[in-house]
């Protein structure tokens, strides 16, 4: 079986619910644990917020914000392993003072995905050693460092819809109660009935109402809106400008409660009927949007959104 894609949008504007934020996530080490939050700071750059592909039980390491008003760093960030790996947890500066920053060893030449240069300091723990990086080399049985980004600028939240993972488990278990789709590696029994979970896209703002699979892919701005409530009284809007569609590569094969990668789900899935779709990636899955927040502020659980700019017919 096909999904085709003229089961979903084609064209822009169309009709929508109302939308709100329905869930935040911040994930404090690129491809361990994510936090779910009520509320998030955000910049133009990015929320206050290694890669799993090669190490799947990378998305076991539990990072936890302990915030401490009283110190000069904001408070920690504590990073703790499975019980049964025998490393030890370990706690860095939340946000680091520069003071601190200079007695940290600096990288220049770092890469996200591959080819995204980077700038970046190398962590220190805020006791004495073992070091994190240490810490980490013994957990992934390869020498590793925990690197913070540095000042140089690098744009990329994202969002992303609950219809679409509502569709998106609808196609799967389609196909997986389809014996006469070939897909390598799908576990029939197990995608008949089970659920994919959105933690797998690692998406930062989730948002729920429009009632419509992959609108997002048609938003080229949106307004985020404060509920009209007392608590909320003085907070300001913001605008999202969406820059393109968020192509996919096999990390969220890996169950995030487990650290085990799915042979088909949900990568090969996503390759039946959401391809094409990006002009500089034509041949990989897209799910969900990049988006860039035009200043900086506060956002929340339950916001409102309004689309206040359309696509063309090729979405963003």
Known sequence: MQAQLSEYPTSAPFEIGEVHVSRICIYPIKSCRGTSVT????TPEC???LTARQVPKMVLITPRIVPDPASASGGILEVSF???SGCETFAVPLNPTQDILNTWETIDDGSVNGDARVD??????????PSPSSILSEYFERPVHLMMKGPAPRACPTTSAEESIAEFERVVRKLATDSGTAIGGLNRERWTKGSVLIDRFRANVIVKGAGVPFAEDFWREVVINPPPNESDRGRQSTAVTFVQKCTRCLLP???PNVGDRDAAVP???LMKFRTGMYH??????CFGTYGVF????????GDTISVTEWTDADGV
Do not use: A, H, T
Request: hydrophobic share 25%.
């Open 280 to 285: 500089e990636g034509k041949n990989k899955p």
């Open 39 to 42: 509320e998030v700071r955000y």
């Open 82 to 84: 499975p019980e049964e």
């Open 120 to 129: 970046g300091y190398i962590c220190q723990s805020v006791s004495s050693d």
């Open 267 to 269: 990568f090969k899935i």
């Open 47 to 49: 929320l206050e917020d």
């Open 253 to 255: 094969n890996v169950d």
């Open 294 to 301: 035009n200043d900086s502020g506060v956002i929340k659980m």
